[in-house]
C-alpha cells in the first residue's frame, strides 16, 4: 500500500466509516506533524481542520518556526492557534514537563474550539524509540506495549493515524509536494535520552533488530496487556460505589492471578485519585500484601479500609484539603455540586473537621468519617453553607461524574 492509502486506511478504521465534522492537527512545524496535516486535509477533505502550535520557548526561533507553522495553515484555509508554554520554573526533568505541559495546552485549545478529537504525528520511529526508552527503564508489559492509534486523556480523543509511516517517507512525501518543514535542532541533542534511543535505535539494525521487528513486539505486548486488562477488568466489574468510596473485594479473597489483582487495584486507587498515574508497584504490593481487617492505608492520595471481605477505597483528605474550585466547576475533577445558584464568592472544598463539627446529623448518612471529612462542601470563606453527603444538604446534591461503567471502561486509558 502506497503511504496515503495507509494513513487513509488508517483514518478510515479510527472513524469507523463516519468522519466526524472537525478534528484538531496538533502541529509542531516538524516533518510528521506538518506531513499530518497536509495528508489529512488531502484525504479527509470533507472534515474541517483545526491546527495548534506549542511553543515551549525553551530555545531561541521556536516563536519564528510556530509562525512558520501558522502561515502554512493560512495558506491552506485551516485556523491556526500558537500556545505558548510558561510554566517551567527550570527544576525537574525538562522533558517530561514539556510533554505534560505539551498535553494540557492542547487539550484546552480543544476545549475551547470544541474539538472532541485531535490527531498527532507519532510515527512507526516513534514506536521503536518508545519501546527501546521503556526497556532501558525496565518497564514492563504495559510500559513496552505499543502506542495506541487512539486513547481518551483529559476528555480528548487523541489519534495516531502515521503509526504505519516512518519519518523518512513522510519527508519524502512534503518534498515531492515542495511543502517546507522546520527540523527542531533538539532532535540531534544526544543530551536527551529519546536522541540516543534514535542512535540506539539506528546501530540495533545492523543486528536484525530494526525498526519494524521492535514494532512488531511493542504489538505483541499491547496484545499481552489487553489480555491483562480484560481479566482486570472483571475483577473491577464487582466493584460498587457508596457516595464516592469504591468498595471492592479483598484481593486476598479475589481468584486471579497477582498480575491480574495488583492490576486491577492500581486502576481503583488511580481512579479514586483521578491520578494521571498508577501507584509505584513497591507499595501497592505492600498495600495488598499487608492490609490487615478492621485496618486502614493510604497510597496514592487514597485511604484504604479493610472491612473484612471488603476493601473501601475512598478520597485521602489530606490529599484535596487545600483542593478549591468555583461552584460550577468539578471538584477533584470528579464531583458536581448541584443546586440553587450559590453566593458571590462561595467555592468547593473538602469538608474536613472544621466543617464536619457544624454537622450535627454525619452519622446518619452511613459513611465513614473519613470519607466525610474528603467529602465535597460548599464554602464561603471558612463559612460551612453546605454538606450533601454529611446531612447538611441546604438544597444541594453532590453528584459523581463517573459510575462504574466508567471505572472499567477507563482501564484501557491506564
Not at 468522519?19 to 506533524?33: C, F, H, N, T, V
Amino acid at each position: 500500500m502506497s503511504l496515503a492509502e495507509r494513513v487513509s486506511a488508517a483514518y478510515a478504521r479510527l472513524f469507523k466509516g463516519s468522519p466526524p465534522e472537525r478534528i484538531g492537527i496538533a502541529l509542531s512545524g516538524g516533518g510528521d506533524s506538518t506531513a499530518l496535516l497536509f495528508l489529512t486535509r488531502q484525504l479527509i477533505p470533507q472534515v474541517n481542520l483545526f491546527a495548534a502550535t506549542v511553543d515551549h520557548r525553551l530555545r531561541e526561533g521556536s516563536a519564528a518556526e510556530a509562525e512558520e507553522a501558522g502561515k502554512l495553515c493560512r495558506s491552506m484555509g485551516v485556523p491556526h492557534e500558537i500556545l505558548p508554554w510558561e510554566g517551567w520554573a527550570g527544576e525537574g526533568n525538562l522533558q517530561a514537563a514539556a510533554r505534560s505541559a505539551r498535553v494540557a495546552l492542547l487539550a484546552d485549545w480543544a476545549d475551547r474550539n470544541d474539538l472532541a478529537q485531535v490527531a498527532l504525528g507519532h510515527t512507526r520511529d516513534d514506536q521503536a524509540e518508545t519501546f527501546l526508552l521503556r526497556l532501558a527503564r525496565g518497564s514492563g508489559v504495559d510500559g513496552l506495549a505499543a502506542m495506541a492509534p487512539a486513547r481518551v486523556a483529559q476528555g480528548i480523543r487523541w489519534l495516531r493515524p502515521l503509526l504505519d509511516t516512518s519519518r523518512d517517507e513522510l519527508r519524502a512525501c512534503l518534498e515531492a509536494q515542495g511543502v517546507a518543514w522546520a527540523d527542531d535542532p533538539s532532535n540531534e541533542d544526544e543530551r536527551f535520552d529519546r536522541v540516543k534511543a534514535r542512535r540506539m535505535a539506528e546501530s540495533l539494525g545492523q543486528l536484525g533488530l530494526t525498526t519494524e521487528r521492535l514494532v512488531r513486539t511493542a504489538a505483541q505486548m499491547a496484545m499481552a496487556r489487553d489480555a491483562l486488562n480484560e481479566n482486570a477488568a472483571n475483577a473491577l466489574r464487582r466493584a460498587r460505589l457508596e457516595q464516592g468510596d469504591l468498595l471492592m473485594p479483598n484481593p486476598g479473597l479475589l481468584d486471579a492471578p497477582r498480575e491480574v489483582q495488583l492490576r486491577a487495584y492500581a486502576h481503583a486507587l488511580r481512579w479514586i485519585s483521578s491520578s494521571a498515574y498508577r501507584p509505584r508497584f513497591e507499595p501497592l504490593e505492600a498495600l495488598v500484601d499487608g492490609l490487615e481487617p478492621g485496618k486502614a492505608a493510604t497510597l496514592h492520595g487514597c485511604r484504604i479500609t479493610c472491612e473484612g471481605a471488603v476493601w473501601r477505597i475512598a478520597r485521602e483528605y489530606a490529599a484535596v484539603a487545600e483542593t478549591a474550585t468555583p461552584p460550577a466547576a468539578l471538584w477533584d475533577k470528579r464531583w458536581k455540586i448541584e443546586g440553587p445558584p450559590p453566593p458571590a464568592e462561595s467555592h468547593i472544598g473538602a469538608l474536613g473537621e472544621l466543617g464536619l463539627a457544624e454537622c450535627e446529623d454525619w452519622k446518619a448518612s452511613g459513611l465513614p468519617r473519613a470519607t466525610l471529612l474528603a467529602s465535597p462542601a460548599l464554602w464561603k470563606g471558612e463559612r460551612l453553607l453546605a454538606a450533601p453527603l454529611a446531612g447538611r444538604p441546604e438544597g444541594y446534591t453532590a453528584r459523581l461524574c463517573h459510575g462504574v461503567e466508567h471505572l472499567v471502561s477507563s482501564l484501557w486509558a491506564d
